[in-house]
């Protein structure tokens, strides 16, 4: 869930993936040129350790930008940074203008992180509803019904996510992040635990967003869906190592 509704402990009161109908190419409908994403030498340090080094990086609004690395490259710790759960150690970064952790990138953006926290006593209808809210949205209906049924939870949706398997726990996590209105979409390993027909319907959320005018930067070890986005960029060992048009990202991709 994303950053400004995470649990503290107390409860409070949304074909193959090589089709082009999926792929989240957005450039073709960007609603301004002001940059979505900026970073100046970003960094992130464990003490003597470097996680993340000197990133510099622009991301335009409306641009669908894939990440890939192998683990520990360093995607999950930016896209964390950009997120405002973890603290910016080194350099700058700003979402829509402002600070990670301000009120402003919060309304902007909405965050999937790879391992999602949902609440253990809100079904899945419930944390919909509290999202939508929570954002300003109607909290019933209309999108939260959609989602629902498109992920494949209607038979689940007042059952506790907490009964369930990764897989549909992952579809609720989706659900959460997509229910709510956003002008930048950070998504770390969105495929984990999706069976086929799940994935299928991740890469057409995917796209739909972009073709809203959303920006998107996701992270994903799956390179089977990188020529679906606009731009790519490849992290090792905590650094930038390329950045790409997405078609060219395959002569950059790390061997196994």
Same mark, same amino acid.
């Given at each position: 869930?994303?950053?400004?509704?995470?649990?503290?402990?107390?409860t409070p009161?949304?074909?193959?993936h090589?089709?082009?109908?999926?792929?989240?190419?957005?450039?073709?409908?960007k /609603?301004?040129?002001?940059p979505?994403?900026?970073?100046?030498?970003?960094?992130?340090?464990?003490?003597?350790?470097?996680?993340l080094?000197e990133?510099?990086?622009?991301?335009p609004t409306?641009e669908?930008v894939?990440?890939v690395?192998?683990?520990?490259s360093?995607?999950?710790t930016l896209?964390?940074?950009?997120?405002g759960t973890?603290?910016?150690?080194g350099?700058?970064?700003s979402i829509?203008?402002n600070p990670?952790d301000?009120?402003?990138?919060?309304r902007?953006?909405?965050?999937?992180?790879?391992?999602?926290?949902?609440?253990?006593?809100l079904t899945?209808?419930?944390?919909?509803s509290?999202?939508s809210?929570?954002?300003?949205?109607?909290?019933?209906?209309? /999108?939260?019904?959609?989602?629902i049924?498109?992920l494949g939870?209607s038979?689940?949706?007042d059952?506790?996510?907490?009964?369930?398997s990764?897989?549909?726990r992952?579809?609720t996590?989706?659900?959460?992040?997509?229910c709510?209105?956003?002008e930048l979409?950070?998504?770390?390993?969105?495929f984990v635990?999706?069976d086929a027909?799940?994935?299928?319907t991740m890469l057409?959320l995917l796209?739909e967003?972009?073709a809203?005018?959303a920006t998107l930067m996701?992270a994903t070890?799956?390179?089977q869906?990188?020529d679906?986005?606009?731009r790519?960029l490849?992290?090792s060992n905590g650094e930038l190592?390329a950045d790409?048009e997405?078609?060219?990202?395959?002569d950059?991709l790390?061997s196994?």
């Amino acid at each position: 869930m994303e950053d400004d509704h995470e649990p503290s402990g107390t409860t409070p009161e949304r074909s193959d993936h090589g089709v082009a109908r999926t792929a989240p190419k957005a450039s073709r409908r960007k /609603r301004r040129t002001a940059p979505m994403v900026e970073t100046e030498e970003l960094e992130k340090s464990y003490g003597d350790i470097v996680a993340l080094a000197e990133i510099d990086l622009e991301v335009p609004t409306g641009e669908a930008v894939v990440l890939v690395g192998h683990n520990g490259s360093g995607k999950s710790t930016l896209l964390g940074m950009l997120a405002g759960t973890l603290e910016v150690t080194g350099g700058s970064a700003s979402i829509a203008g402002n600070p990670p952790d301000s009120v402003e990138a919060r309304r902007a953006r909405s965050w999937l992180p790879d391992n999602p926290v949902l609440y253990d006593d809100l079904t899945v209808d419930e944390h919909l509803s509290y999202v939508s809210r929570l954002h300003g949205g109607p909290g019933q209906g209309g /999108r939260i019904d959609e989602l629902i049924e498109r992920l494949g939870l209607s038979e689940r949706r007042d059952d506790l996510p907490s009964q369930f398997s990764r897989g549909l726990r992952q579809k609720t996590a989706i659900a959460v992040a997509l229910c709510r209105p956003f002008e930048l979409l950070l998504v770390d390993e969105p495929f984990v635990g999706l069976d086929a027909q799940g994935r299928e319907t991740m890469l057409e959320l995917l796209a739909e967003a972009a073709a809203d005018g959303a920006t998107l930067m996701v992270a994903t070890h799956d390179p089977q869906v990188i020529d679906q986005f606009d731009r790519g960029l490849v992290l090792s060992n905590g650094e930038l190592v390329a950045d790409c048009e997405a078609s060219a990202l395959h002569d950059h991709l790390p061997s196994n």
